[in-house]
């Protein structure tokens, strides 16, 4: 998909995916040494499904890390064992903490933090968690 995304210059889709699913993948790439992750951008909306059809097709796993700060999007899609589970943000978490522009600081608990990506990774772990025991039978 790289190497059709850079011949043909615009967003790509595994063949065995229709593309009126949407969910195109843009400037796709990976770190040496990465095995197994890489990284990409989409318009508009995180293509969750389309992950999650990948994962379903080829009989894997995957953690999906999605976001868009703009449209106050954070989250993590898993597909783990047939399963399907999507964790992100709401108003209400993103509300919990507040930028002081003379400080150029974010305040979150009584702490100051320089930006806010620990802030929200904070807020989806502690969701996630709530989510994981209250889905524990028993």
Known sequence: MKR?????NKGQLPDFIAEINGGWFFSIYWNEGD???????????????????IAA???????HDYEELGNRVYGRAVFSEGIFTDSYLEG????????DEERESY???????QSDYEILETLLE?????SS??????
């Not at 095995?35 to 059809?53: A, D, H, L």
């Not at 025991?133 to 028993?138: D, V």
């Open 4 to 8: 059709r995304e850079e011949t043909e």
């Open 92 to 99: 209400e978490d993103f509300d919990s903490y507040h930028f």
């Open 126 to 130: 502690r969701k996630i968690s709530k």
């Open 57 to 63: 097709r080829y009989g894997v796993d995957s953690t």
């Open 107 to 113: 305040h979150f608990e009584g702490e100051s933090y």
């Open 35 to 53: 095995g197994g992750i890489f990284q990409y951008e989409t318009k508009w909306s995180p293509n969750i499904e389309v992950v999650r059809m």
């Open 133 to 138: 025991i209250s889905n524990f039978p028993g």
